[in-house]
């Protein structure tokens, strides 16, 4: 049973625009979530967390949203960018280094 | 930001064959390592996670004999696939953490295994 999900398997925006990316998990004991982003025939690479003792953290022109009520956690890109374009991964832990990812959203800005 | 190599970046080697993958982390001291296999298509799929000086912890379905797993310094982590066939064709990715507790994996670039 898939414990992270992200339920859309590609997002298409236009450059300047928001890309909103979503995440939605089962556990509420998770306790840290993670965004990843990776390009092809590359490791993930670390992008933004956020602790569940929050709400929102913020790097620049990415923005982390978490709602624990609705175990959903989403990731705001602004002004989306081409080189943007790569597979999100969200992911979630609980107390240890063991993280659980989601499936992946492939974002594509396009001009 | 902290740095995880992995070498080879890409091997090809025919069925029956044993292949070494390492994961070092180059500017911290990995006290944690951990070994993912990624599908096509799919997420990341923890295959064990490795503490310097102790037996690696292997997940529910993956075979420790076939993928085995050495973590003999604070730098090095080594996944050996072990007999290996064409269903073990996959993209090998190490990560890294620097202590316990909650905190970020350094992912390493990932190691491309084609076995023909």
């Known amino acids: 049973d898939q414990q992270v999900k992200q339920n859309s398997p590609s997002l298409s925006v236009q450059e300047g625009r928001i890309s909103i990316l979503n995440c939605d998990y089962t556990n509420s004991m998770f306790d840290y979530f993670l965004w990843y982003k990776k390009y092809p025939a590359e490791g993930p690479t670390f992008l933004i967390s956020i602790s569940s003792i929050k709400d929102k953290n913020e790097d620049g022109r990415f923005t982390v949203f978490l709602n624990k009520s609705a175990k959903h956690l989403s990731l705001h890109i602004v002004p989306s960018q081409p080189g943007d374009s790569a597979v999100y991964f969200c992911a979630a832990s609980l107390n240890t280094d063991k993280l659980i990812f989601g499936t992946g959203t492939r974002l594509q800005v396009f001009p | 930001g902290a740095v995880v190599s992995q070498h080879p970046s890409w091997v090809i080697c025919k069925s029956g064959t044993s292949v070494k993958i390492e994961c070092r982390s180059l500017?911290?001291?990995?006290?944690?390592m951990f070994w993912y296999r990624q599908f096509p298509k799919q997420s990341l799929m923890l295959m064990a996670t490795s503490n310097e000086g102790s037996k690696a912890t292997y997940e529910q379905g993956v075979e420790k004999d076939k993928f085995l797993i050495n973590h003999a310094s604070l730098t090095l982590s080594t996944l050996t696939v072990t007999s290996a066939h064409p269903e073990d064709s996959s993209f090998y990715i190490c990560?890294?953490?620097?202590?316990?507790?909650?905190?970020?994996?350094?992912f390493g670039p990932g190691t491309r295994l084609t076995v023909l």
């Open positions: 500017d911290f001291q990995a006290t944690t």
């Open positions: 990560s890294a953490s620097s202590h316990q507790g909650t905190d970020t994996q350094y």
